[in-house]
């Protein structure tokens, strides 16, 4: 579907990840494959949010892109991205803030996204506990929605994006989402992988919201994108 393969995962496996800092799990893997073979970031300039250790930004470096630029508001997640890249050879310039802000006024080829989407018991998300790698309020969807409303600011003519998520967040609200804001939007790829722990301590609660079926112990991973109409 998407041409070669590009081996991705040799990116993803050796990256430093200091304690408070999301490490690249199956939606990482997941989301740099479809970049990588789909050769999204080749000659691009590409915006990672919520960077983490830097995962999707090195990958994109590695695939190919003209520059690559990363955000995530985590100290700790901006300081492992530059270590990260560093260590790699990887050119990403690194940004502390919220979503889009630090980057406010650029234009981007692509915008690769892995934000959190777990959702949680309350809707007040937690600022400095890791917690805040996953927890996403009631529904999973408060980055999400976000990012969906708010990417084609940053987006150049003819730019895509690329948001990876659970399926417990509803793909189909995030297709939605993204024709709402002016983009063409398609699943890309799927993927069923078992609960991590997360997930899994949390499955109770998942049930009882409707979010999951009962017993229910593995979710789909989902890719979305989209580009401009």
Same mark, same amino acid.
């Given at each position: 579907m998407f041409g070669p393969p590009v081996p991705g995962h040799q990116i993803l496996?050796?990256?430093l990840c200091p304690p408070g800092v999301y490490r690249a799990e199956g939606d990482t893997h997941l989301l740099t494959d479809v970049m990588c073979q789909g050769a999204f970031a080749r000659d691009r300039v590409v915006l990672d949010i919520g960077t983490g250790s830097g995962a999707l930004a090195i990958a994109a470096a590695r695939a190919g892109a003209r520059t690559v630029s990363?955000?995530?508001v985590s100290l700790r997640s901006v300081a492992a991205t530059w270590v990260n890249s560093r260590l790699h050879r990887a050119a990403v310039?690194? =940004?502390r803030g919220d979503l889009f802000r630090p980057v406010a006024g650029r234009r981007f080829g692509l915008v690769v996204a892995n934000p959190p989407y777990v959702p949680a018991l !309350? !809707?007040?998300?937690?600022? =400095?506990?890791?917690?805040?790698?996953?927890?996403a309020g009631p529904d999973g969807r408060a980055f999400l929605d976000r990012i969906c409303a708010e990417v084609p600011q940053v987006l150049a003519p003819g730019g895509e994006v690329l948001i990876v998520h659970s399926g417990v967040c509803d793909a189909a609200l995030t297709l939605d989402a993204l024709d709402r804001a002016g983009l063409v939007p398609q699943v890309l790829a799927k993927a069923t992988v078992p609960f991590g722990p997360v997930m899994r301590a949390r499955a109770a609660y998942l049930e009882s919201r409707g979010l999951i079926e009962p017993g229910q112990r593995e979710e789909e991973l989902v890719v979305v994108g989209a580009r401009h109409a």
């Open positions: 496996v050796m990256l990363a955000v995530d310039a690194v =940004h !309350s !809707s007040r998300l937690p600022r =400095h506990r890791k917690a805040r790698c996953w927890d």
